[in-house]
C-alpha cells in the first residue's frame, strides 16, 4: 500500500488552463505539506495543513489554492497557469511532531506548462 | 533566516570508496536535522535524522553526527555502492515552524563500478 500517493505523475498542460493535482496519505497523520522542486532540484515548502487547517502559507502566489477535504487528503488547484509554474510537486505527510518521526513523501507529480 | 548549505555536486566516486557530502545550516531555534535521499524519477526518502547535538543517524551503512558547534551534519558512507547513486538532501526543522523543513540544493552523488 502506498504510503502517501499522488495523483497524476505527470501532467503537461498549456499556459492559461486551471489544473488540480491530489494527494491523499493512509498513515494517519496530521499534517499535510506540499513542496516545490524547481529545475535545479531546490526544494521549498509552499503549504501544509493540520487537520484540515491551513498552518503555513509561504508566498505562494494567489494562483495556488490547497484545499484540505480532511485530514487524510490535501489537493493543489492552479489557476491561470504561467511556464514559471512548471516544477514537481511533492506532497509530504507527518505526525505531530513531525520532527521526531520524520515526514514521508509522495512521489511527485511533474508539472510542465507549454 | 534559517538556512542549509551543502557541498555542490556532482559527486563521482568509484564503487567501495569513501563519501563525505558536508551540510551546514544556520538556526534561529533548535533545530531537528536530517538527510533525505532522493533515486531518480523517486519522491525523497528519509535516509537518517538527529533530534539533539551529539546524536547519530545511522541507516545503510550512511552516518552523520549533529554537531552543534560546527552547526554541521556531515554525511558519510565507508564504502559506497553504484546502487547509492541519488540526490542527497540536508534539512532542517524547528519546533516552533510548523513542521516545515528547510532544504539544501541537494548533492547528486554518481558511483561508478
Known amino acids: 500500500d502506498t504510503a502517501v500517493s499522488q495523483t497524476p505523475k505527470y501532467l503537461v498542460t498549456q499556459m492559461g488552463n486551471d489544473k488540480s493535482i491530489k494527494c491523499e496519505q493512509n498513515?494517519?497523520?496530521?499534517?499535510m505539506y506540499w513542496y516545490k522542486q524547481d529545475s535545479k532540484k531546490f526544494l521549498k515548502i509552499m503549504f501544509s495543513?493540520?487537520?484540515?487547517?491551513?498552518?503555513i502559507n509561504e508566498t505562494v502566489p494567489n494562483r495556488f489554492s490547497p484545499k484540505s477535504p480532511d485530514k487524510a487528503h490535501l489537493n493543489l488547484h492552479i489557476n491561470s497557469l504561467e511556464l514559471g509554474d512548471s516544477a514537481v510537486y511533492f506532497c509530504?505527510?507527518?505526525?505531530?511532531?513531525?520532527?521526531?518521526?520524520?515526514?514521508?513523501f509522495g512521489s511527485g507529480t511533474r508539472l510542465t506548462v507549454v | 533566516g534559517d538556512s542549509v548549505t551543502q557541498m555542490e555536486g556532482p559527486v563521482t566516486l568509484s564503487e567501495e570508496a569513501f563519501l563525505t557530502i558536508n551540510c551546514t545550516y544556520t538556526a534561529t531555534g533548535y533545530p531537528s536535522l536530517f538527510w533525505y535521499v532522493q533515486y531518480p524519477g523517486e519522491g525523497l526518502q528519509l535516509l537518517l535524522k538527529?533530534?539533539?547535538?551529539?546524536d547519530k543517524g545511522s541507516n545503510k551503512g550512511f552516518e552523520a553526527t549533529y554537531r552543534k558547534e560546527t552547526t554541521s551534519f556531515h554525511l558519510e558512507k565507508g564504502s559506497v555502492q553504484v546502487s547509492d547513486s541519488a540526490v542527497y538532501f540536508c534539512?532542517?526543522?524547528?519546533?516552533?515552524?510548523?513542521?516545515?523543513?528547510?532544504f539544501g540544493q541537494g548533492t547528486e552523488l554518481s558511483v561508478k563500478p
Open positions: 509530504a505527510s507527518s505526525q505531530v511532531p513531525g520532527l521526531t518521526y520524520g515526514y514521508t
Open positions: 495543513y493540520n487537520n484540515k487547517e491551513l498552518i
Open positions: 534539512a532542517l526543522s524547528i519546533d516552533n515552524q510548523g513542521g516545515k523543513l528547510i
Open positions: 498513515l494517519g497523520h496530521d499534517t
Open positions: 538527529a533530534t539533539k547535538a551529539d
